[in-house]
Structures are given as structure tokens and as C-alpha cells.
């Protein structure tokens, strides 16, 4: 089992499945080539950092989700777990396209620190969370 975080989150999203699945892989994330790099590309590589050598299940959460689907193209799954995910991009919300537009407009530094305290809000709610949560 092979799963891949959204954005702004990292294998500790998957804790709870980790406990049923001790095999759990979650790849860290990689970093873009550039700021532009297609999905497509993007996971293309993370795909070529799994050490998987037989059929594996292959999971993502939203932007995880798009990246599977791109990476079970050359990875040839049993099956993909899409949770909470959008098959094209064109499939994203408005807001999440304008979003998107908006974050393309800005210079590089800007997105950065954007995203370097969109983590540490992750972190800081994180901390405030339950240690130990019942799933369903």
C-alpha cells in the first residue's frame, strides 16, 4: 500500500492507517523541478522514488490523489484509492482555480512564505488534536 498527503501535509496523515497496514509506504515529498513543473512530470518522478517490485495499492488524498492517478500509468496498480480528490483539474472547485491563478501571479518568495505559515498553522492545529482519535 502506497499512499500519497495532500498538500501541506506529510506521512503523519496517515498514522491511523499506518497502525493497519505496517507496510504503509508514504513517500517524501520531492521538490519541483520549477515552479511551472506539469503534475504530470511532477509525479513521474515521485513515482520513480517508490521502491514497489510487485502489484501494489496505490492511495491519495486531494492533490495525492491527482499524483496517483498520474503515477499509475507507469506504476501499473491492482487498484488506486482516491480519497477526497479530483480526477482533472478542471474537476477543482472554482475557488481552488482561482486560487491557483492567484498563486501563479505571485512572485516566488511570496508563495513560499505563504506556504512556510500555511505548515506551521498544520502544526500548531495538529498539536491541539487528540493523540489518539477513533476512525471510521
Same mark, same amino acid.
Given at each position: 500500500? #502506497?499512499?500519497?498527503?495532500?498538500?501541506?501535509?506529510?506521512?503523519?496523515?496517515?498514522?491511523?492507517?499506518?497502525?493497519?497496514?505496517?507496510?504503509?509506504?508514504?513517500?517524501?515529498? @520531492?521538490?519541483?523541478?520549477?515552479?511551472?513543473?506539469?503534475?504530470?512530470?511532477?509525479?513521474?518522478? %515521485?513515482?520513480?522514488?517508490?521502491?514497489?517490485?510487485?502489484?501494489? #495499492? %496505490?492511495?491519495?488524498?486531494? %492533490?495525492?490523489?491527482?499524483?496517483?492517478? !498520474?503515477?499509475?500509468?507507469?506504476?501499473?496498480?491492482?487498484?488506486?484509492?482516491?480519497?477526497?480528490?479530483?480526477?482533472?483539474?478542471?474537476?477543482?472547485?472554482? %475557488?481552488?482555480?482561482?486560487?491557483?491563478?492567484?498563486?501563479?501571479?505571485?512572485?516566488?518568495?511570496?508563495?513560499? #512564505?505563504?506556504?512556510?505559515?500555511?505548515?506551521?498553522? @498544520? !502544526?500548531?492545529?495538529?498539536?491541539?488534536?487528540?493523540?489518539?482519535?477513533?476512525?471510521?
Amino acid at each position: 500500500l #502506497v499512499m500519497i498527503p495532500g498538500t501541506c501535509t506529510d506521512y503523519r496523515m496517515f498514522a491511523p492507517q499506518r497502525e493497519a497496514f505496517p507496510d504503509l509506504l508514504c513517500p517524501p515529498w @520531492i521538490p519541483p523541478l520549477h515552479r511551472k513543473e506539469p503534475l504530470q512530470s511532477y509525479a513521474m518522478r %515521485l513515482a520513480k522514488t517508490i521502491p514497489v517490485t510487485g502489484p501494489c #495499492v %496505490l492511495g491519495g488524498v486531494s %492533490l495525492g490523489g491527482m499524483l496517483v492517478q !498520474e503515477m499509475a500509468r507507469v506504476m501499473n496498480p491492482a487498484a488506486v484509492v482516491l480519497i477526497s480528490t479530483a480526477s482533472t483539474s478542471k474537476a477543482l472547485s472554482r %475557488l481552488f482555480q482561482l486560487n491557483g491563478k492567484l498563486t501563479a501571479a505571485l512572485p516566488d518568495k511570496a508563495v513560499s #512564505v505563504l506556504l512556510r505559515g500555511q505548515a506551521r498553522l @498544520i !502544526e500548531k492545529l495538529a498539536e491541539d488534536l487528540p493523540h489518539r482519535a477513533t476512525y471510521v
